[in-house]
């Protein structure tokens, strides 16, 4: 069976970054019929962030990104978080100790920052010499328990080549002189990633590691420790990293790069989840809009590109505009609007009133806190006038006083009775139509960017607009008195 699975720390906020390698382990999981399971790696206590795992749970959850084992859910291989295994870390570093395959290392911080200060010196990177494994092995067990502090550190080959196959990019070298003696068990007893990651996708049966290319440097260390434990390694997957439009790598420097972000800023998560697909899937007929089920569907690793994708924020509303507008249905759209609204403190009439709002306002928002900011007026009195606008009210004041005595004669604001008025009004005075609106325009609702006239006037009502009406006059004149 097909076992994959999302290994976020909780370092910081939700990244895009995690998002878009869960997608891609979520899909192969369900492509295959098989099970994705979430692992807080938390062993990195100086970063450690409080709140931190909430908030990547909450954001997975908000993608869609269902899973079948977790640690809120629980699961037959857990705990799943890596704080709450140590003492399985402890158990497995002391078999690779007793089978020779590691050893305990007493260097201090001074020593080891002067051992990587001489390999530099002779070109070498590997960060550590290998000295340790020199100590007898009763030596080193009567210092640690005498209580000094050391290292566990796995004992890697010094010749040959270790070789990883990669399904996306297969068979890469790794020569042996270059893997360090990396540690497995820091001093305080915490594992480091190497042996923790290991021992839990072996435990956890995980079959499919997807995973950043960024870590593909440490998958030949990996792959010695599954053989070091006798185990069947894993299928690895290492996808190209999200880049900023500049080609660096994305970064709270470059851009956005948090799914909470995005979230309140009134993205939908099936339009993140599909952009995000496109940075590294294409359908085969070619098409940028599609659901997850349908990624599911066609999707397999040949159509899976290692090119550097771009994540560009201004790509991604507009694929957001595209859902608000042709891929939800209206009732949906306003059933996401709610939140927004309410957070603003703004009510609506009723759910009838708010969608035939937001049908008027589909066509000019690409999030849903746009819509709020842009269709304000349509849920309070209490908007403001644009700049824009408060010239428009200044100039066509007389052109106002006029329209409200056309206005309040009319029975209803029918669309076809406000056009017939206004446009008679317009050819009575010779003035050109638009002259007649921006003015009405601005009165009524405080910007110049609106839906057309007639509909607008029929959404708001008889009552409202003559009310505004008066008060766009009483600013206007406050703005003659001014001038």
């Known amino acids: 069976m097909v076992k994959t699975r999302i290994a976020p720390s909780p370092t910081g906020y939700p990244h895009v970054g995690t998002a878009y390698i869960g997608i891609f382990s979520y899909v192969w999981a369900r ?9 807080i790696e938390d062993t990195d206590r100086n970063r450690y962030v409080e709140g931190a795992e909430e908030g990547i749970l909450r954001a997975l959850k908000w993608l869609g990104l269902d899973y079948d084992e977790g640690p809120d859910v629980g ?6 978080r890596q704080s709450e295994r140590l003492e399985l ?9 007793d089978r020779g395959l590691a050893y305990r290392a007493f260097e201090t911080p001074e020593e080891l920052a002067a051992i990587r200060e001489e390999l530099q010196k002779q070109g070498l990177g590997y960060g550590y010499d290998g000295r340790a494994r020199k100590i007898p092995r009763e030596e080193a067990e009567a210092r640690a328990a005498a209580g000094e502090p050391h290292v566990i550190r796995l004992k890697t080959p010094e010749t040959g080549v270790t070789v990883v196959h990669d399904v996306l990019r297969g068979n890469i070298e790794f020569d042996n002189r270059e893997i360090p003696d990396v540690v497995l068990l820091k001093s305080d007893g915490f594992p480091t990633y190497h042996l923790a990651v290991v021992v839990d996708d072996h435990l956890m049966e995980v079959s499919d590691v997807v995973r950043g290319e960024d870590w593909l440097v440490s998958t030949p260390i990996q792959k010695l420790l599954y053989q070091a434990f006798g185990w069947d390694e894993p299928k690895w997957y290492h996808l190209p990293l999200l880049r900023a439009p500049g080609g660096a790598k994305l970064s709270k420097r470059t851009g956005h790069t948090s799914i909470d972000y995005y979230r309140e800023a009134g993205y939908l998560p ?11 899937f294409s359908m085969p007929d070619g098409r940028e809009i599609f659901t997850m089920e349908e990624m599911i569907e066609a999707f397999s690793w040949d159509r899976v590109s290692l090119g550097g994708p771009v994540f560009d924020e201004e790509k991604l509303r507009w694929m957001n505009g595209k859902y608000i507008r042709e891929v939800l249905s209206l009732e949906e759209v306003c059933e996401r609007l709610k939140p927004f609204l309410e957070k603003a403190g703004l009510d609506w009439a009723s759910d009838a009133y708010l969608c035939r709002v ?19 007026y349509f849920f309070t009195e209490d908007y403001a006038f644009e700049p824009k606008a408060a010239k428009e009210l200044k100039k066509g004041a007389q052109i106002l006083r006029e329209l409200k005595e056309v206005l309040a004669g009319l029975p209803d604001f029918d669309p076809q009775r406000t056009e017939a008025a206004l446009t008679g009004y317009a050819e009575a005075k010779e003035l050109k139509l638009r002259k007649v609106m921006q003015p009405l325009r601005a009165a009524i609702t405080g910007s110049l960017a609106t839906p057309g006239m007639y509909e607008l006037l029929e959404i708001l009502g008889k009552e409202r607009v003559m009310a505004r009406l008066e008060r766009a006059l009483a600013h206007a004149e406050e703005l003659e008195g001014d001038a």
Do not use: D, H, W
Request: glycine fraction near 10%.
């Open 31 to 39: 492509k295959n019929g098989g099970k994705f399971i979430v692992r």
């Open 75 to 80: 699961g037959p291989n857990g705990p799943y």
């Open 89 to 97: 870390y402890r158990r497995y570093a002391q078999e690779l100790l």
């Open 270 to 280: 099936e339009a993140l989840v599909n952009y995000l697909s496109t940075m590294g």
């Open 358 to 376: 937001a049908e008027a306002m589909r066509p000019r928002f690409e999030t849903l806190t746009e819509f709020v900011e842009k269709a304000r």
